[in-house]
């Protein structure tokens, strides 16, 4: 993941104020500090009071820590920010989607993109369910984000026309996921990676039906600017969905280090083997955009452009390398091992992974709440240890 930049961070990280009332209604409840200070503010309105305080104790009386519910509360947010992200790509370009143009284009890049995106929509709604009604059914609190869905959908056919937790509609699209999966290097060591491509400011899913009519055709290669517009919209998508879970990947993997119980490391890592499962699906997928025939497209407005990887040479580069490549793997003095990456708290942990998801504008709009909010969450998931019984 990389780092945002430094006025990103500084919202990104903002540490989640104290508010004298909630504390001081707090401390009578439980006497301390725990997990739940001032995350509730979010659901405060679409929660009872008593819920909203619900104390560690009853989570402890059900067998479960407080450093579990707060990875389970972090990662209960990251699926309904990863829901609301998918749900908006489902309406344009899923297989019941409602953008034909974008539907096309994204077929160009596997026939199959559709029904993919349908399902990895389903997987990432069942996740954030589960994981709520798990957290209520041990009497922690769940995690309500619908005080935020204010940012504006697409304006183009096929979107609905409701408030969203996540901005599609301008992305820094983080690529060099790519070429780390294809090196003998770990970042866990010290390894960085360039950006395979340079996608700034660009939107994954079409803007209005202006900018790019819903009926166009998507031949290969685009004949006119409102197609090749239309197909580089979705050659991001398709980095962007391979990015979003390699993220996935890395957080469930480090959150199932500080587990206490083993049905929350059961959750954990059953969740974790699906994301892993839909980035090898998505990474397939982005190579597309940057193989024969479809690479050389650019998109006439942003300039992004998908080159031909291939023609660069080398394994960093090939597009048919889906599986990640073995690297070092706990010490250089160690044989190198194909392993999901990065495995450490400060490149792919809760906080990194929120600090990676404002750097990739993903909620450019969103606010200064919002941030406190989700950084909480993630600063109490990262402090999360395992308690061994």
């Known amino acids: 993941m990389t780092h945002p930049s430094d006025s990103s961070t500084a919202s990104a990280t903002a540490e989640l104020s104290t508010d004298d009332d909630l504390h001081a209604k707090w401390q009578r409840v439980v006497g301390r500090r725990s997990f739940l200070r001032g995350v509730g503010l979010a659901g405060a309105a679409a929660v009872p009071a008593g819920a909203l305080f619900a104390s560690s104790a009853s989570a402890r009386a059900a067998s479960i820590t407080d450093g579990d519910v707060a990875i389970l509360r972090l990662l209960a947010a990251i699926e309904l920010i990863e829901t609301d992200l998918w749900e908006q790509y489902n309406e344009l370009g899923g297989v019941n989607g409602g953008n034909p143009a974008y539907m096309a284009a994204l077929s160009n890049l596997d026939s199959d993109m559709p029904q993919y995106i349908a399902d990895n929509t389903d997987d990432e709604q069942s996740h954030s369910a589960f994981l709520n009604a798990y957290l209520r059914s041990k009497g922690a609190q769940p995690v309500n984000l619908d005080a935020f869905r204010t940012l504006p959908s697409s304006q183009a056919k096929g979107a609905r026309q409701v408030g969203r937790l996540t901005n599609l509609q301008s992305l820094d699209v983080d690529t060099s996921w790519y070429v780390r999966y294809r090196s003998t290097k770990n970042p866990d060591l010290g390894a960085t990676f360039p950006q395979a491509v340079e996608i700034k400011r660009q939107p994954a899913i079409p803007l209005n039906d202006t900018d790019t009519p819903p009926n166009l055709p998507a031949p290969v290669p685009p004949a006119n600017s409102k197609e090749a517009r239309m197909q580089a919209i979705a050659n991001a998508a398709g980095f962007h969905f391979a990015y979003i879970e390699q993220g996935g990947s890395s957080l469930y993997s480090i959150m199932a280090l ?14 974790g083997g699906v994301e892993t499962n839909h980035f090898s699906l998505w990474h397939d997928k982005a190579g597309n955009a940057v193989a024969q025939p479809l690479a050389g497209v650019t998109d006439p407005v942003t300039g992004v452009t998908y080159p031909d990887l291939n023609k660069k040479g080398g394994e960093l580069n090939q597009t048919n390398l889906i599986l990640p490549e073995p690297c070092e793997f706990l010490s250089p003095d160690l044989p190198a091992c194909s392993i999901v990456r ?27 709440q919002f941030f406190r909010v989700v950084n909480k969450l993630a600063h109490d998931a990262d402090a999360a240890t395992r308690q061994a019984s």
């Open 258 to 271: 500080k587990a206490s119980s083993l049905e929350a490391l059961r959750i954990i890592v059953s969740i």
């Open 342 to 368: 990065p495995t450490v708290d400060a490149l792919g942990g809760a906080v990194a992974t929120i600090a990676s998801f404002t750097a990739d504008r993903l909620f450019a709009g969103q606010s200064a």
